[in-house]
């Protein structure tokens, strides 16, 4: 773990119009992760944070679940290659919640549960492939499925499917892969979606009744091509999508975006655009924890860079 010079904390500064005049948006860098320092990620994929800020992180590469402390040293990793308990193919999404880690493996179905000091517990099964989860409330969580099964699902801790939420204006298989996407949820239980493959970020209710639809890049959509016989879409509009302390949306957006992979644009819970930032280095996440500090990739994934987010009024 390094930390960054004086010169590195200069600010990544960029103006932002809000309603009625001029707002800076502000990410200081303050520290930064090297894996190839000190050979802790290899390729990390998911990240998630608890309240004393410790940092979590999927490994790709090594099959393994590794926890940081807020100043990103080191503490612990766990898991390997394998179907077993505690054991993965390829992990990617962790959520963190009430000293419980939620782990998604690209491979395998369900849901792996570790404490907050790594150490498995179980694995919720679940009838569906799951590619996104978070939490609506203590007891019920929000999963996405995995393109080609169907929507949002409301399950318990046992894994238990309580309903199903529908949404999007398309119907059928189309309609299923173009309304696939990343997502987070707010304290109201409302869900945001930022779509991989148009141009679209979504607000819905956890009954999947759609609130607003706002587009960065005139509504487009992918690009496609035949793949073995289907016409499938082969860009990505949206990679990722987080909330901060206030409920703003930050959305990283892909290859329609000036800067692909490292511009995030930053919406207010109602969906107005406040702005837009660029980060450094391109990023397939982002993440926020609840202090405001954001998280991105850096060094092709075997980095992370925390920045510390500031809002200031213009003069």
């Known amino acids: 773990m390094k930390k960054t010079s004086a010169i590195q904390m200069l600010s990544i500064l960029i103006f932002a119009e809000i309603l009625s005049g001029q707002v800076n948006i502000q990410l200081e860098e303050v520290m930064v992760v090297d894996g190839l320092e000190n050979e802790n990620i290899c390729q990390w994929a998911g990240i998630a944070t608890d309240d004393a800020g410790n940092i979590y992180l999927t490994d790709m590469m090594e099959c393994s679940l590794k926890k940081f402390n807020k100043h990103g040293e080191f503490i612990g990793q766990t898991g390997r290659l394998g179907q077993g308990p505690g054991e993965f193919q390829k992990p990617v999404k962790v959520l963190y919640h009430n000293k419980r880690l939620y782990v998604l493996d690209l491979f395998a179905r369900g849901i792996s549960v570790f404490t907050d000091d790594l150490e498995s517990r179980n694995k919720i099964l679940t009838e569906k492939m799951v590619s996104g989860i978070d939490v609506l409330d203590n007891d019920t969580f929000v999963c996405n499925c995995t393109v080609g099964e169907s929507g949002f699902f409301l399950c318990n801790v046992s894994g238990e499917i309580l309903s199903h939420i ?130 991105s990739r850096a060094g092709q994934g075997t980095a992370l860079k925390k920045f510390k987010i500031v809002w200031s009024k213009s003069g």
């Open 166 to 295: 529908q949404y999007g204006k398309e119907a059928g298989d189309e309609g299923l892969v173009l309304t696939a996407g990343d997502f987070t949820v707010d304290s109201g239980g409302n869900i945001f979606i930022a779509c991989l493959w148009k141009d679209s970020i979504i607000k819905i209710t956890r009954e999947g009744n759609e609130v607003w639809e706002r587009h960065c890049f005139g509504n487009k959509r992918s690009e496609e091509k035949i793949i073995n016989g289907h016409r499938l879409p082969v860009q990505m509009i949206f990679k990722s999508i987080a909330h901060d302390s206030r409920e703003n949306l930050w959305v990283l957006a892909g290859a329609l975006s000036d800067h692909p992979s490292r511009d995030v644009y930053i919406l207010a819970p109602n969906g107005n655009k406040l702005g837009m930032i660029t980060l450094p280095e391109a990023s397939h996440i982002i993440h926020i924890d609840n202090e405001d500090y954001l998280y």
